[in-house]
């Protein structure tokens, strides 16, 4: 079984993470592709972009909650227990905020990811 503060972490992490991604999609999501104009205009695209600032910050803040809780539990459950803890919250924020669908494919997959989760901190 999992301790609370550790899972605290990588919850905490796996909200900063999801966090980041929407904020990048926020940013970027619907604007076209962003190499059209080439790479050196993407990447001052990117770098000019306050949104994508608070994106990468987001990740960073994520990083350093998965870093305390590697110390804290096993890479081996820690690392897949958070990756599907954003898979999920990504689903719902596609679904809820970027209008989304969400297919019986990915609905099932996402059951597959819990059942997983459930079996690995048992």
């Known amino acids: ?11 905490a ?5 999801a966090l980041g ?6 940013a970027y999501g619907g604007s076209g592709d962003m190499l059209s104009a ?8 990117i770098a000019l972009n306050p ?11 994520s990083f350093f909650f998965m870093a305390a809780a590697l ?7 820690a690392y897949p227990m958070m990756s599907a803890l ?9 679904f809820l905020v970027f209008h989304e669908n969400i297919t019986l494919m990915r609905a099932g997959g996402m059951a597959l990811i819990v059942a997983g989760i459930v079996m690995l901190t048992a």
Do not use: D, P, Q
Request: net charge positive; proline share 0%; aromatic share 12%.
């Open 71 to 77: 110390s804290r539990t096993e890479l081996t459950l």
């Open 51 to 61: 949104w994508i600032v608070a994106g990468f910050s987001l990740f960073g803040i």
């Open 1 to 11: 079984m999992i301790e609370k503060t550790a899972f605290f972490l990588i919850f």
């Open 21 to 26: 991604s929407i904020v990048m999609k926020h």
């Open 38 to 45: 080439g790479v050196i205009a993407a990447i001052l695209r």
């Open 13 to 17: 992490s796996a909200v900063s993470n």
């Open 86 to 94: 954003v898979y999920i919250l990504l689903t719902a924020a596609g």
